[in-house]
Nanobody
Framework: QVQLVDSGGGLVQAGGSLRLACATS????????MGWYRQAPGKQRDLVAS???????NYADSVKGRFTIPRDTTKTTVYLQMNSLKPEDTAVYYC?????????WGQGTQVTVSS
């Protein structure tokens, strides 16, 4: 059984940085895509960044140049390094995994950026 556990959210001032982590457990074998989504109150859940098992990355236009998605291949842990945070980055951030046609989600972690 694959499980994802998000952590690292919190309150930060605009211009600050946060690092989220997504720890995985269970058997992750074969091609996969891991990523981070976010959902602000009253809005849909949108993709922030993703990385494939081959190391290819994809970023939402709104975070390009500010966020990166490093991966620890030994632990199958994915991070979201968020720099130059803005109030509009405030949301619940969810880790996501697509593997063998199945999708898995973390429980979410709140990120609040104050102006």
């Amino acid at each position: 059984q694959v499980q994802l556990v998000d952590s690292g959210g919190g309150l930060v001032q605009a211009g600050g940085s946060l690092r989220l982590a997504c720890a995985t457990s269970g058997s992750i074998v074969g091609p996969f895509v891991m990523g981070w989504y976010r959902q602000a109150p009253g809005k849909q859940r949108d993709l922030v960044a993703s990385i494939t098992s081959g190391g290819y990355t994809n970023y939402a236009d709104s975070v390009k140049g500010r966020f990166t998605i490093p991966r620890d291949t030994t632990k199958t842990t994915v991070y979201l390094q968020m720099n130059s945070l803005k109030p509009e980055d405030t949301a619940v951030y969810y880790c996501h995994l697509r593997l063998s046609g199945a999708e898995y989600w973390g429980q979410g972690t709140q990120v609040t950026v104050s102006s």
